[in-house]
């Protein structure tokens, strides 16, 4: 019996894995202070995708002929190799891009990081963080001073008076969380903002708390709103704000147009419950007696072009009520990806070196060159976030290269359609993953690899807990670890940089390289962690003599990490989503995730218990605009942006707003959301838009299979053009 945690999300829900034969694994849950012996559907089965039957066990090479044909593992690995110095000695470093994902350990992610800087030395690293978790930890950076997704642990939460939840769908996302919130609806102070009526905005019925239904991509208005009406009734707390704050005279001005009549003419709040919501928020302020108040944010306020600056806005409304850095009260953003925190520190971000470290730091830059043995004049510069970056790939002195490490991007990124486009251009994609994902099969090599719990490594959890993952089977043979392929790439490369390939020994240099940065990990190690799993970074490693550091629970309990300590107010004003309903498309359209399915689906789409209980992307619609269109429940309905086309079948409910279609992202076929979505992005944190775009709706008459006949819906012309990409209406 092995003791790991989930192959899924940040909740790392704790599991206890046996083996069985064959190759497989039986998954039990385990009590752990985050899930509390609780799994989801997905963590339940997570032991099929295993053994998938497609699951990939040897090496895939592309022929004269067009299809992918098994190929020994020195034939990929030479022919990857071959091709990128041939690349590179044409077109320069920069003509190699990277992608990684919130998906790989810790070791594997600075390895990645590593590899590109002193291996490719290319500058083009970015991964799929960017379309999950960048808006919040930029406006967690700019105010808080650092950008630790839950800078307390989550079991706090249990004993809050009020809890204020923008954008996420906790009781399908996480389910086990929803534990944690127990406490707070006894005590009716749960506040679920969101346009949909989802499975989380109903935990608030029956005297739980409120349910706010704002239009879509109006968050930053409502939280302009509330600061205006905290500031205005004398709710916020003066002394907490003078002694740990500044920059409240600069937001007092920008919240000060914000009366609650003009934020109920953006957002469609009322006045009332504006007025409510501020008072209960602050009425659980510790400052005012309460017993304690959350502030928390998920993708569905942070999606969005003005996604920073709507994490900001929450970020002030929680320092105006005093609540971060105070037990028991704080902000946070809900991580998504399983190792979506640890995943954002260890330098697979462009802009950033090991220890959330920026790479335009000249002392960083020196301190990271000395753990890799490099000149640190040889360490490129920054990079650029990852839609820009599909953007670039196989575009005039743009990268010819892209090697893929942990994301599906044809289903997953906005405006699909074009990345597949710009894929297509390449003269070389290079695929790892453990399945043939919709990506991987159009790879020119694609390598297998390990995955889960085959495998040992760190995770880093929403609450910032470096977790351990570990090992319960052995791996197929003909499969090797990432950080193998990463080593025998830099080797055939000719670099003389070492690249171990042992997780505990990578570890224990990512903790060297992360000394003294913001997500300090250097008193850590797998031999510490194997006995400790209640630490959360940062850890650093304690001096001579000295007891080791016992972790940071709780973050800001002192001070902020600025200069001064205190944290940064920073004014931000509301301009909407960049593409708001019209004539042509009158509806919005808002994506997201159910229960059943995970991201892109390559891995859930594979289990046959899943797919039972979601086989297909439903389209859920209210009776009031179905009615209006001629939709029955169950028809197929058109969906059109300028983007390109998908086919859903109706799933009519009273759940959305008349004015908005919902549609989960998990499939790829004509019913695949990202067919859709805009590539618009955030100006600061490069963040794609997914959440709020305007969309045609439409009944579909003619007869279409929305799992598969994306090419149908291409060759009747109303696919996506090439011109699709970056062509924003
Ligand atoms: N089942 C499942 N769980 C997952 C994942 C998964 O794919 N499937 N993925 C994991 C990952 S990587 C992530 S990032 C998290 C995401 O977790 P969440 O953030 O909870 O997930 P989403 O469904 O993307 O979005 C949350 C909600 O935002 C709402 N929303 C849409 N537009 C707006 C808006 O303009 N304003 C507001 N206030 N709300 C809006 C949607 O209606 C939706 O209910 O989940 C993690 N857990
Ligand atoms: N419309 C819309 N689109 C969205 C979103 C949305 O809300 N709406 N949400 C966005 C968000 S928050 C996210 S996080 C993205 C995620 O979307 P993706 O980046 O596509 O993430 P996954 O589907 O998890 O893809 C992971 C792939 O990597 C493989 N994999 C898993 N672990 C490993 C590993 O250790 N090594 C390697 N080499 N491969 C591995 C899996 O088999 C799978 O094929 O989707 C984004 N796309
Ligand atoms: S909530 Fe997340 S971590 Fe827990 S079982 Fe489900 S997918 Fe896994
Ligand atoms: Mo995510």
Redo the contacts with the bound molecule.
């Keep these: 019996m092995t003791a790991s945690h989930c192959p899924?999300?940040?909740l790392q829900c704790a599991q206890t894995l046996t083996a069985h034969a064959p190759d497989g694994v039986a998954v039990t849950a385990r009590v752990f202070p985050t899930n509390r012996g609780g799994m989801?559907q997905?963590g339940w089965t997570s032991g099929s995708v295993l053994t998938a039957t497609d699951r990939l066990r040897t090496p895939l090479v592309r022929g004269t002929d067009g299809e992918l044909h098994a190929a020994t593992w020195d034939d990929a690995l030479d022919l990857v190799a071959s091709r990128i110095a041939a690349l590179q000695a044409e077109s320069g470093p920069d003509t190699i891009a990277v992608f990684g994902g919130?998906g790989l350990t810790n070791e594997k992610a600075y390895a990645l990081g590593k590899f590109a800087r002193t291996v490719l030395r290319t500058r083009f690293i970015d991964y799929n963080g960017r379309f999950?978790?960048a808006s919040a930890a930029a406006g967690a950076n700019r105010t808080l001073g650092v950008d630790r997704g839950l800078p307390f642990p989550l079991a706090d939460l249990g004993g809050a008076q009020a809890v204020l939840l923008?954008?996420?769908?906790?009781a399908?996302?996480?389910p086990p969380a929803v534990q944690h919130l127990a406490g707070v609806r006894a005590r009716g102070g749960l506040v679920v903002?969101?346009?949909?009526r989802?499975a989380?905005a109903s935990l608030t019925a029956d005297g739980a708390g409120l349910h706010v239904q704002?239009v879509?991509?109006?968050?930053l208005a409502l939280l302009l709103g509330l600061a205006h009406v905290v500031l205005a009734d004398g709710l916020a707390d003066t002394d907490y704000l003078a002694a740990r704050t500044t920059g409240l005279e600069e937001l007092r001005r920008s919240a000060a147009t914000w009366w609650p009549e003009r934020t109920e003419l953006v957002t469609g709040v009322d006045v009332p419950t504006l007025r409510r919501l501020a008072h209960l928020l602050a009425a659980a302020s510790p400052s005012r007696g309460g017993s304690g108040a959350y502030v928390l944010t998920?993708?569905?306020?942070e999606?969005?072009s003005q996604g920073t600056a709507t994490v900001t806005a929450a970020i002030n409304l929680s320092l105006l009520l005093g609540l971060p850095g105070r037990v028991g009260s704080g902000y946070g953003a809900?991580?998504?990806?399983g190792n979506?925190q640890g995943g954002r520190e260890h330098g697979q971000k462009s802009d950033q070196l090991p220890g959330y470290r920026s790479i335009e730091d000249d002392a960083a830059r020196a301190h990271v060159a000395r753990v890799w043995g490099v000149d640190p004049m040889t360490i490129p510069r920054s990079g650029v976030p990852a839609v820009e970056l599909l953007r670039r790939l196989g575009t005039d002195g743009g990268p010819r290269a892209l090697l893929v490490h942990g994301s599906n991007v044809v289903v997953s990124a906005p405006a699909a359609r074009g990345v597949r486009d710009r894929l297509a251009a390449l003269d070389l994609l290079v695929v790892c993953d453990f399945l043939p994902s919709e990506t991987a099969l159009l790879a020119d090599v694609v390598l297998p690899v390990t995955q889960w719990a085959e495998e040992e490594g760190t995770m880093t959890s929403l609450e910032g807990r470096v977790l351990r993952r570990r090992r319960a089977i052995a791996p197929p043979p003909g499969v090797r670890s990432e950080l193998e392929v990463v080593a025998d790439l830099a080797r055939r490369l000719g670099s003389t940089v070492a690249f171990p390939t042992e997780p505990a020994v990578v570890f224990d240099e990512l903790a060297r390289a992360s000394a003294g940065g913001r997500a300090d990990y250097s008193g850590l190690s797998h031999a510490r962690l194997d006995v400790e799993d209640d630490l959360f970074w940062p850890v650093p490693a304690a001096s001579d003599g000295a007891a080791s550091h016992p972790g940071t629970p709780r973050l800001f309990l002192d001070a902020f990490p600025w200069p001064d300590g205190r944290a940064r107010l920073v004014p931000v004003q509301h301009v909407g989503p960049t593409e708001d309903v019209h004539p042509g498309a009158p509806t919005y359209l808002?994506?997201?995730?159910?229960?059943?399915?995970?991201?892109s689906g390559a891995q859930t789409r594979r289990v046959a218990e899943l797919v039972a209980s979601a086989p297909e992307p439903l389209l859920e619609i209210h009776p009031l605009l179905a009615d209006l269109l001629d939709v029955e429940p169950g028809d197929l309905v058109r969906l059109t942006t300028p983007r390109g086309t998908a086919v859903a079948r109706a799933h009519l409910t009273t759940d959305v707003r008349p004015d908005t279609v919902?549609l989960p992202f998990?499939w790829s076929g004509a019913g695949s959301a990202n067919r859709l979505t805009t590539d618009a992005t955030d100006p600061i944190s490069g963040m794609p838009e997914f959440?709020?775009c305007a969309v045609e709706v439409a009944r579909w008459e003619g007869s279409v299979d929305v799992l598969d006949d994306e090419s149908l819906l291409d060759e009747l012309g109303v696919g996506a053009t090439a011109a699709g990409v970056g062509a924003v209406g």
């Design positions: 899924y999300c940040a989801c997905k919130g999950c978790m923008l954008g996420s769908n906790l399908e996302t996480m903002v969101d346009p949909r989802s989380t704002p879509p991509g109006t968050d998920g993708r569905g306020v999606q969005s809900i991580t998504g990806q979506g808002v994506t997201g995730r159910v229960l059943a399915h995970y991201q919902f998990h959440k709020v």
